[in-house]
């Protein structure tokens, strides 16, 4: 105890004598802890690298043509008026693929950055599309829409409370009607963690839509009416002429087509609620139309 106690003084007598001088003494004895210690804090701080690399390869993201897309990159999107689909919109889809060890319930949230105003979306993401409103939007977080992707997979399982179907690739499909406006625009896409709303990955589109000079001109004469419609919607052309019909989802899918003349009911109640593109042709004029669909 006396020889502690001696020790212990000595030290402090010292250090007040030569603090730099003790110092040095106090390295050199113990310069293996100190060796230990900065190992060990390099080893922490490498995790927690590794962690964080880990984390933000979560999620990927191809395109169309099976492309790797940067986070926080952006890709394009160059299209004239005749290589959109009726002549309305454009339509592509991006990959969603969960590279973790666990499944992720997974929603995408879109913002515009630039568009437009005439300009209006849609955002498909399993198990169904929805219409985006406003300047940022969200796909529904609600029980039968949630979207859960598998571990290591682009294979989504859900609930649908139209069909009991499960196995859907976790595709993010923006649909954009220009409604006639040719133009550039940028849409931001967000794949958000559902539990913790964290941002997994992000990334822009960036639209420029050209006008083609064989266009076909719009018959402002045709009439598609009421729009919105429930129930029945009715097409008319003027004069009593001939024409055809076809209605279009937003999934490209043909739902409705018919030949008339004059006029045509069609009955809605039997379609989803959503947005439908409808194409009228009538004496070598083509008409471009939006009809939607609320029950």
């Not at 004469?221 to 989802?249: C, E, K, R, W």
Request: hydrophobic content about 40%; aromatic content about 10%; proline content about 3%.
């Amino acid at each position: 105890m006396k020889f502690t106690l001696s020790f212990i003084l000595a030290s402090f007598l010292q250090f007040f004598a030569c603090p730099y001088a003790f110092l040095y003494g106090y390295l050199r004895i113990h310069k293996q802890l100190i060796f230990l210690l900065m190992k060990r804090l390099l080893h922490i701080l490498s995790l927690s690298l590794l962690t964080t690399w880990a984390s933000a390869q979560a999620i990927t993201v191809t395109d169309i043509n099976n492309n790797p897309i940067t986070d926080g990159g952006s890709t394009s999107v160059n299209l004239s008026t005749s290589e959109l689909i009726n002549e309305s919109y454009l339509e592509t889809k991006f990959l969603v693929t969960n590279n973790s060890n666990s499944d992720l319930t997974l929603f995408i949230r879109r913002t515009i950055i630039d568009a437009p105003t005439q300009w209006e979306d849609q955002l498909c993401w399993p198990p169904s599309c929805f219409i985006m409103n406003g300047t940022t939007a969200s796909t529904p977080t609600g029980a039968t829409n949630r979207c859960i992707v598998s571990a290591n997979s682009s294979i989504t399982n859900h609930i649908e409370d139209y069909a009991a179907e499960t196995n859907f690739l976790a595709y993010i499909k923006p649909n954009i009607y220009i409604n006639g406006i040719v133009g550039a625009g940028q849409y931001r896409y967000e794949v958000v963690n559902f539990n913790d709303n964290s941002v997994l990955f992000t990334f822009d589109m960036d639209i420029n839509v050209t006008l083609n000079a064989t266009t076909i001109k719009k018959d402002a004469a045709i009439v598609l009416a009421p729009n919105p419609a429930s129930d029945v919607v009715t097409v008319s052309i003027p004069d009593n002429g001939n024409g055809s019909i076809q209605m279009v989802d937003v999934l490209g899918n043909v739902v409705y087509q018919a030949d008339f003349t004059g006029s045509r009911k069609i009955n809605t109640a039997q379609f989803k609620n959503g947005v439908y593109f409808v194409v009228i042709t009538s004496n070598g004029v083509r008409s471009n139309k939006k009809l939607v669909i609320r029950h």
